[in-house]
């Protein structure tokens, strides 16, 4: 099966080159990618650290996630006790030393950055500025070679953290990307049905337009629906299609209607029956005509 690509967003993936080419060069590069969610950001590392797996075959690698729950010592180790009792001041690394290169920089890919606290971000500092980690409440350094790549969503509602101006600072960039015209969304579902579900792709062809045009109408009106709205509707619909054998309006709207309830959940309950009933209407509107 040939891979997802990226459609569009020409920027990111050329700063993603060049994170790339900074790699290959040993030079030290760290890129931030801010975006709403559903913009491609992880899609795109993973296609660029991919295919510079091809071309080097090693290149160390750690993809954390951001969590207000991770401290310091769940992302760079800590003491290492049974050395300490025996007199000896050691560290037993954590999961970013995997990204360690010797000859080439590694890679640390922190997903959502903004959702790991102000103490834990604050490692990053030292990493991307020296390529190193101090360990808080020890005389003791480690070498860290890896340059960092961060994609963070600064508009979700909950759970984040004001990323400080003193890490902010050491990003060589920061790339901010947005959702694309409804051409290349229309692109993005029809990859999506292609790639996971070829044989019901020619049954779901006609939804994708109505599914699109009312996604992108909600994000007018200030909902922030990403593509994973459309996508997994059109998943639930090719279900539908494999254990039912047909599909109507009402369950393509059923369907929606769920889809979208699992994004807007945080909002309060008024809003969000509002939005739901607001996106149903649209959305009939948009498959009835359809079939003029
Ligand atoms: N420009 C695009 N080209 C191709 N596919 C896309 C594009 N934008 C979104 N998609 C589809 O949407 C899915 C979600 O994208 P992805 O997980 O990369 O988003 P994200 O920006 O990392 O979002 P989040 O902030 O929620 O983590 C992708 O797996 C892909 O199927
Ligand atoms: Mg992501």
Do not use: C
């Amino acid at each position: 099966m040939t891979e997802l690509v990226v459609f569009g967003q020409d920027e990111m993936k050329h700063y993603l080159q060049l994170f790339a080419e900074a790699i290959k060069l040993r030079l030290r590069f760290h890129l931030l990618i801010e975006g709403p969610p559903g913009t491609a950001k992880t899609l795109a590392v993973n296609r660029m650290i991919a295919s510079l797996k091809r071309e080097m075959d090693n290149v160390p690698y750690i993809r954390v996630t951001g969590s207000q729950d991770a401290l310091p010592s769940d992302l760079i180790g800590d003491l290492d006790i049974g050395k300490y009792r025996a007199g000896e001041m050691d560290i037993l690394p954590g999961p970013l030393f995997r990204a360690h290169g010797d000859g080439i920089p590694g890679i640390v890919y922190a997903d959502e950055l903004n959702r790991f606290s102000e103490y834990t971000l604050i490692i990053f500092t030292e990493i991307m500025a020296e390529w190193q980690v101090s360990f808080p409440k020890t005389p003791l350094t480690k070498p860290l070679r890896a340059n960092v790549i961060a994609t963070m969503n600064p508009y979700d509602l909950s759970g984040i953290t004001e990323v400080p101006q003193h890490i902010l600072d050491r990003f060589n960039a920061r790339i901010v990307v947005n959702y694309p015209d409804k051409e290349t969304e229309l692109m993005i579902a029809s990859q999506h049905a292609n790639y996971y579900y070829k044989k019901f792709t020619s049954r779901l062809k006609s939804f994708f337009s109505p599914l699109v045009s009312t996604t992108r109408a909600m994000r007018k009106i200030g909902v922030p629906l990403g593509p994973r709205i459309y996508l997994s509707t059109l998943d639930m619909l090719a279900l539908e299609l494999s254990s039912n054998g047909f599909i109507d309006h009402d369950t393509v709207i059923q369907h929606y209607e769920n889809a979208m309830r699992s994004r807007i959940g945080n909002i309060e309950e008024d809003k969000q029956s509002e939005f739901l009933s607001t996106a149903s209407i649209a959305l009939r509107g948009e498959l009835g005509e359809r079939k003029k």
